[in-house]
């Protein structure tokens, strides 16, 4: 089963504009991770953010953390043609040890030169 | 190798045939991860590796699925009498140590097909 919930599921947009994407998540978490998957490829890590911290950046990239909504948001900043992909969230629930990850349905980005 | 390295990336297979899917870590890695992700879903989990100790096989759907890691280091996932719902792209993935908090590096996956 899935854990977290992603919106929107698809995301149009052109290149230089600014993407969101949400994540909602169910049980208590020890960390929350987001993952980029091109088409047929496997899957590439992002940025991870513990369950004790709220914001974290990387490069054109900002996600936030609010354990009290269990929620997530992915930022990506002045986008470029090469950011279409999907986007996965992937959370480490807090009752593992091991770094099992469950996953989102995704959101599909496309931006548009 | 550089990265984790998956074989065959394409399988086509007759309803009731046996398959085999082969996983190579990135040397090193304790852990190792098999999900499964179907057309259009995010990936989900199958079973769990460390070293060659199989921890979590708690999302194998069925008894059809065999996961072994005999070694430690290279994985094979076996579907026996494989069923048309069985199509799906197989994903491993594996990290540096068993703690919490490491991402995952995930091969490019084998895609099967049961026809």
């Known amino acids: 089963s899935q854990q977290g919930e992603e919106d929107p599921q698809a995301l149009s947009i052109q290149e230089g504009e600014n993407a969101t994407m949400n994540c909602s998540y169910k049980t208590s978490i020890n960390n929350l991770q987001w993952y980029r998957q091109n088409s047929g490829r496997g899957l590439v890590h992002l940025i991870l953010?513990?369950?004790?911290?709220r914001e974290k950046h990387s490069g054109r990239l900002r996600v936030t953390l609010d354990t009290s909504k269990k929620s997530s948001s992915l930022l990506i900043t002045a986008s470029r043609a090469a950011d279409t992909a999907s986007y996965f969230c992937?959370?480490?629930?807090?009752?593992?040890?091991?770094?099992?990850?469950?996953f989102g349905q995704g959101t599909i980005l496309t931006v548009h030169p | 190798g550089a990265g984790v390295s998956q074989s065959p990336r394409y399988k086509v297979a007759k309803r009731g045939q046996d398959v085999a899917l082969r996983c190579d870590p990135i040397s090193g890695h304790v852990s190792l991860f098999w999900y499964q992700q179907a057309l259009g879903q995010g990936p989900e989990f199958l079973t769990y590796?460390?070293?060659?100790?199989?921890?979590?096989k708690s999302g194998l759907p069925s008894d059809r699925f065999f996961a072994e890691r005999p070694e430690g280091s290279v994985s094979t996932l076996k579907i026996q009498r494989t069923q048309q719902e069985d199509s799906a792209v197989y994903l491993c993935?594996?990290?540096?140590?068993?703690?919490?908090?490491?991402?995952?590096?995930f091969g490019e996956g084998s895609r099967l097909t049961v026809l």
């Open positions: 992937a959370t480490e629930s807090g009752g593992t040890s091991y770094g099992k990850l469950t």
């Open positions: 953010i513990r369950s004790n911290e």
């Open positions: 590796f460390q070293n060659e100790a199989q921890l979590d």
């Open positions: 993935a594996s990290s540096r140590d068993s703690r919490q908090a490491g991402e995952l590096f």
